[in-house]
């Protein structure tokens, strides 16, 4: 009787589930009904919640994994444009987002702190299922997405390889069988320009084309305080065009391609050591204690060429087959970008302390994932088997002068003249003896130039066993191998316009006359710890392997059809690789294990639903990249650790009535060091059980309510506060500014967000109109410091969080 009833459950689900568009939520919100299918609500339940986290589709509720979702609703409460807008309402998610070209994303703790290519991130991102690569390319406009599913814990089994940390599973809106049009305008504060549009167009029975296209323009908040002229904003236009094909009656088809142009300035850096009158130098290396708060000062940028561009192409054909026992996926996947980051690093208009960086990267990659699953009424499984392939270069610049070498030179005592400089000094030597040529003012440039070869190859295969009505077993494993080819090629600095007055001086006898030789103005300033000296000009190559068996246990119990408490085992790793600065360099997998315990509870008759779950993981052999300032010039190392941690997650949603829903989300964690030191040039280090910086608390808390005004439409308020706490010093991180409060400002201090959206909609849902603030009570944080300067040239430039917008938008829908 009980496999009766099971396959009667079993064939219910399938019935309900098969055919349905997957619905989304707000925040970890409500599932909206769709104007295709619309459905009374039972005034006494939740809207369902569908996700497809375990490869499968299934409720939110019956998911044992620690998980929220955000929809297209939530999107717009927050007027969001990428996943860097979205990071504050979930908890323990952290996406810097101030160069979209160079992100950085961390989930409970876990980060990759290492911008190069050599490097893989630690939190997966997919977009339909594709692994989206290398950072440079996953922070793109959220263009025609119906869900973000943000996975927390390893996923190693699920999605594979870089989801130590955790997923976030990028769902795109697919074309339908309906014709409609939307449009929306957004008008802002600091000259935001916001433009989307989409049409729907069925093409017969079986087909359908979806296009997209946005366009996204702003002035940016910051001026220069010398120029006025704007510093920062956006320029970026996106498209999409999806069209899907039903070739049987079995058999579908889905093609995609997503293109996006970016072309702004680079983002801005405000100087805050205090600088004496031109052409004085600051003290080197630059005192704490004296340093500005930047949110009360003038921001001043002289970069040559301040730019952050990125073209971006990418194309997925995916078919899904269905044969009586089950599906057949493949999934097919090609994407391509170029980016170019080129910042200001003094935060100065000086001459005299000129420097920019530069990054550069030219990516492609290729990916092809076949997947098999099937439903008995005891099992559910997935399986199959996946090849990545990448092609990528870099290049890491370091951009200044003659005249600001000369600054590091004299503040470093590298230069044996009576004045302390070296350029300076010659010059005016050459001036006394009326030769026209001077060695200041020349453009100096040295760079890392890095090349990459990846091929990664899986299988795996994941199986819920339904022991009986109430207890399913889950086992889960996949394996993965890569083997990435690497080179390093540093070259000597290049200045061609010194080298060829030196050549000059030289041809003329002048450095036999002064007793110094050509060769003692020719040397590098960034790139210089020993194993790049040992190989200037040459290029080193390296080539390795790495394998990893990523198993996936989990036990889920249903006490009640409203309550399940499951435990699980997980184990997620990051693919070995290389630091692009450091030739040489090479490192294993880092592999993190992670055990959960939760539950999930469902009280219907009060329409509340909450989640909580506890966990503990450990995080061996961590990379992080950091700079050395204990050398006379700063150098990147790479060091390597462990990391524990454990931590709390809840999550609750409220329908308090047909107008009015609550959902509130929550995290706990204590993340601290295991086997880990810092050489600080004095010794090493021992931060062994000292915090690893992530806050103890982060949390999120929103709410709306919806007035019915009949024939006059809908009128819908929109409320939500994101908190996260002050980050844990260490003792290493106190000593580099990164968790520390100076006299005038903090770092790392607790930071709070709140976003209100009003919005109506006309009766038919043709017209909507809507006014909104991010950030209403202006709330403004001390993001990072940059001190690659600061030995050297005794600058230190900060970045500053955005200030409050608000604007107004207006749409339209056919």
């Not at 899907?244 to 050591?273: C, F, K």
Request: proline letters at 4%; one cysteine or more.
């Amino acid at each position: 009787m009980k496999l009766i009833q099971r396959g009667l459950v079993v064939g219910m689900r399938r019935a309900l589930f098969g055919g349905c568009l997957l619905a989304a939520s707000t925040g970890t919100a409500w599932a909206q009904q769709t104007e295709a299918a619309p459905a009374e609500t039972d005034a006494t339940t939740l809207d369902r919640i569908l996700v497809t986290a375990q490869s499968r589709e299934q409720e939110l509720q019956d998911v044992p994994i620690a998980l929220q979702v955000l929809d297209d609703r939530m999107i717009q409460d927050v007027a969001a444009e990428d996943l860097g807008d979205l990071d504050s309402f979930v908890p323990g998610l952290q996406i810097n987002s101030v160069q979209p070209t160079q992100p950085s994303i961390a989930l409970r703790g876990i980060s990759t702190d290492d911008f190069g290519i050599g490097t893989d991130p630690a939190v997966g991102v997919f977009i339909d299922g594709v692994y989206t690569g290398r950072s440079g390319g996953i922070l793109l406009p959220l263009t025609d997405v119906e869900r973000i599913e943000v996975l927390k814990g390893p996923q190693g089994t699920l999605f594979g390889r870089n989801t130590a940390a955790g997923a976030v599973s990028v769902i795109t809106k697919r074309p339908s069988n309906e014709t409609e049009a939307a449009a929306k305008l957004r008008l802002g504060n600091y000259g935001k320009q916001y433009l989307e549009a989409m049409a729907n167009i069925p093409l017969s029975d079986r087909a359908a084309l979806r296009l997209n296209g946005l366009l996204n323009t702003s002035d940016g908040w910051l001026q220069d305080g010398a120029t006025g002229k704007d510093l920062g904003g956006d320029n970026v236009w996106a498209t999409r065009a999806a069209l899907q094909l039903g070739i049987t009656d079995n058999t579908t088809a889905l093609l995609s391609w997503d293109h996006e142009n970016l072309d702004q300035l680079g983002r801005p850096t405000t100087g805050i050591v205090p600088l004496p009158p031109a052409p004085g130098l600051p003290v080197a290396p630059a005192d704490p204690l004296t340093y500005l708060d930047p949110r009360d000062i003038d921001t001043f940028n002289d970069t040559a060429a301040s730019a952050e561009w990125r073209t971006f192409d990418g194309v997925t054909l995916i078919v899904d087959h269905s044969f009586e026992w089950g599906h057949l996926t493949s999934t097919t996947a090609w994407r391509q970008f170029d980016a170019l980051n080129r910042v200001e690093e003094d935060g100065t208009n000086r001459p005299n302390l000129y420097l920019d960086s530069t990054n550069s990267e030219s990516n492609e990659t290729r990916y092809q994932e076949f997947k098999f699953s099937g439903a008995t009424d005891r099992l559910d499984w997935v399986a199959g088997a996946s090849y990545y392939e990448e092609e990528a270069s870099q290049t890491s610049e370091i951009n200044t002068t003659t005249t600001a070498v000369d600054s590091a030179v004299s503040n470093l005592g590298l230069a044996p003249t009576p004045d302390g400089t070296l350029f300076g000094y010659f010059s005016q030597v050459l001036g006394s003896f009326g030769i026209p040529l001077t060695l200041m003012d020349h453009a100096w440039n040295e760079q890392f130039y890095n090349t990459l070869k990846t091929k990664s190859y899986a299988g795996f295969g994941d199986v819920i066993w339904h022991v009986n009505d109430k207890l399913n077993l889950t086992f889960g494993l996949r394996y993965t191998r890569d083997e990435k080819d690497f080179s390093w090629f540093n070259d000597l600095r290049n200045a061609p316009t010194l080298d060829a007055t030196l050549d000059a001086l030289d041809a003329a006898g002048f450095f036999a006359l002064a007793g110094v030789p050509k060769e003692f103005f020719i040397f590098d300033l960034a790139f210089v710890d020993p194993p790049a000296m040992m190989n200037k000009g040459l290029t080193t190559r390296a080539s390795q392997s790495w394998s990893d068996w990523s198993p996936r246990l989990v036990a889920d119990y249903h006490f009640s059809d409203n309550l399940m408490g499951f435990v699980s085992l997980a184990k997620g790793y990051k693919a070995g690789g290389y630091n692009a600065l450091q030739i040489g360099s090479e490192f294993d997998n880092e592999d993190v294990w992670n055990a959960e315990v939760g539950i999930k509870h469902t009280l219907p008759e009060a329409r509340l639903a909450y989640n909580v779950s506890v966990f503990s993981y450990r995080y061996d052999n961590r990379q992080s990249i950091r700079l050395d300032n204990t050398s006379a010039i700063p150098r990147f190392v790479v060091d390597t650790g462990d990391v524990e941690a454990y931590g709390v997650d809840f999550d609750m949603r409220w329908q308090v009535s047909d107008a009015f829903a609550i959902d509130f989300n929550a995290e706990y964690i204590n993340s601290k060091y295991k086997d880990y030191s810092v050489n600080t040039g004095a010794g090493l280090l021992d931060l062994n059980g000292q915090p690893t910086g992530e806050p103890s608390w982060s949390a999120a808390l929103g709410g709306h309510y919806t007035w019915v005004l009949g024939d006059a439409g809908d009128l819908r308020l929109a409320l939500r506060h994101a908190y996260r706490g002050a980050c844990r010093a260490n003792d290493y991180s106190r000593g580099q500014g990164d968790c520390t409060s100076f006299p005038n400002f903090s770092t790392g201090e607790s930071q709070n967000r709140t976003d209100v959206r009003l919005g109506w909609a006309s009766a038919g849902g043709h017209w909507t109109w809507a006014v909104y603030g991010n950030n209403v009570f202006d709330n403004q944080y001390v993001g990072q410091l940059n001190v690659y300067g600061r030995e050297a040239f005794g600058t230190v430039g900060a970045v500053v969080s955005e200030p409050r917008t608000y604007g107004m938008e207006v749409g339209v829908k056919f």
